[in-house]
């Protein structure tokens, strides 16, 4: 893609060509790093998931709007990351990154737990956004371990495992809040010390409690050594790194631009589906639970077990493996996200989620291998948080913006199923088109790499 480099920013890149000549850590190693990561990115996402699950029930208790309940299923989360995250990520480069990655997911347990306590909006808008400043910085940490972790040809497989913290959170999640509002529901109101306790409160006090101790298994893991020489000194400036991304644009900004789009909509629908399916067919809480988790948790590993073998069969036969496999999942994606909620029954919108689920986390395995393959090792923590950056913040006001078109555009709240599909058709279609345009500049990148690995090596 970029065959010359600006002064300053080539060298950073080079470095990564000695990384053939370092041995790598061993098997147990690596994947009791990997296991205790996909515990952590589970809670992330388990809590992210019940949270969702509640939100009808903390609507009604804490008489929100469905503007103010966008807010706290989007927004509450990503302020910090803005503000803290990326900051954040600057951690991930120059501190060991277990310490980073233990430190957040204890952070996560305790103030989910703390919102249990939230006695209004704005407390618990604010408990939500510490939630959100603890899981700032797990993404990069755990991108940046795995690629040190395993050498590129196995990058793909590893990355398909870490999906199964995704799955099981956000399947585990929806499963395990529909069980746990069921067991709450009878649970009278609490006044204590002046605090007035609603029963899925006690929800997200149960929820909290695993922090700890993934926290301290984390701890166990071996931290790798960093790819690279010059990753063993002092990470670059952020300077170095916003050059590093300008001089090779043609390859990150449609994997951060096409991101940014396909998470508002695919983010922002499933934070509303639990309400979806409520208010267009009318399922209780069990049933939602027990039908959406077993769909998430079917079509996601399927989604992680397609998306690795469809990665590593292109990248047998193209350099832009990687981009081009995302590309064309998104395409086979934004289908099935359009026609779900136009579907008559609950079991059928839940098909089509599941087709759409299987190409949504298919399409992640790619995506993040490609941005840890062609990001310099000293680069990759922060890097990779202004990519997720884009999926977070771009994600998060996707609740806000479907909440806002129900509202504001419809009328009703009946009409969610008319917001869904109404911003699936405009978004999707364009994250495809615009991820596809890294597809030949990300070849180009690939084989540069590669000439430099084979002469430093």
């Known amino acids: 893609m970029v065959a010359e480099v600006p002064a300053g920013v080539g060298p950073v890149a080079d470095t990564d060509a000695g990384a053939q000549a370092q041995g790598w850590p061993s098997r147990a190693a690596a994947y009791y790093g990997l296991f205790v990561i996909i515990l952590a990115t589970a809670l992330n996402f388990l809590d992210l998931q019940i949270f969702n699950m509640l939100a009808q029930t903390i609507k009604a208790d804490f008489r929100l709007t469905d503007e103010q309940l966008g807010f706290l299923l989007g927004p509450a989360t990503i302020l910090f990351y803005v503000f803290v995250g990326i900051p954040l990520a600057y951690l991930v480069d120059i501190f060991p990154r277990k310490y980073v990655l233990a430190a957040g997911v204890t952070l996560i347990g305790g103030i989910t737990a703390l919102g249990g306590l939230a006695q209004n909006f704005v407390q618990l808008f604010l408990s939500r956004m510490l939630v959100g400043a603890g899981g700032s910085a797990h993404a990069p940490g755990s991108y940046s371990m795995l690629a040190d972790y395993f050498p590129p040809a196995r990058l793909p497989r590893a990355i398909g495992l870490l999906q199964l913290g995704f799955i099981s959170g956000n399947a585990g999640g929806v499963y395990l809040g529909g069980v746990l509002l069921t067991l709450v529901a009878s649970w009278p109101v609490t006044h ?182 062609i990001t310099p090792n000293q680069m990759r923590g922060r890097v990779t948080a202004i990519y997720l950056f884009m999926f977070i913040f771009f994600g998060g006001f996707g609740a806000q913006l479907i909440g806002s078109v129900t509202q504001r555009v419809f009328h009703d709240d009946a009409y969610l199923w008319k917001s869904i599909a109404l911003t699936a058709a405009i978004l999707l279609p364009l994250a495809a088109f615009i991820i596809s345009r890294g597809v030949r500049p990300y070849g180009r990148e690939v084989e540069r790499l590669e000439a430099l690995e084979a002469k430093g090596g």
Not at 303 to 313: P, R, S
Not at 327 to 347: D, N, Q
């Open 192 to 373: 204590w010390m002046g605090l007035t306790i609603h029963p899925w409160q006690w929800v997200l006090m149960m929820v909290g409690a695993p922090g700890l101790l993934i926290g301290g298994l984390l701890l166990l893991a071996k931290e790798p050594p960093r790819r690279g020489v010059a990753a063993q000194m002092q990470a670059v400036p952020w300077s170095a790194v916003l050059q590093e991304i300008w001089a090779r644009k043609a390859v990150y900004l449609p994997l951060f631009i096409g991101l940014a789009f396909s998470a508002t909509e695919f983010y922002g629908l499933g934070n509303w589906r639990p309400a979806f399916l409520a208010r267009t067919y009318g399922w209780q809480p069990m049933r939602i639970g027990q039908w959406l988790g077993v769909v998430l948790t079917v079509s996601y590993l399927l989604g992680a077990f397609v998306g690795t073998v469809f990665t590593e069969w292109l990248a047998k036969r193209y350099k832009d493996a990687y981009v081009r496999a995302a590309t064309i999942l998104w395409i086979l994606l934004a289908p099935c996200e359009i026609i779900a909620p136009l579907m008559p029954s609950g079991e059928l919108a839940l098909l089509f989620v599941a087709l759409g689920g299987v190409f949504a986390i298919a399409s992640a395995v790619p995506q993040n291998a490609a941005i840890q393959r």
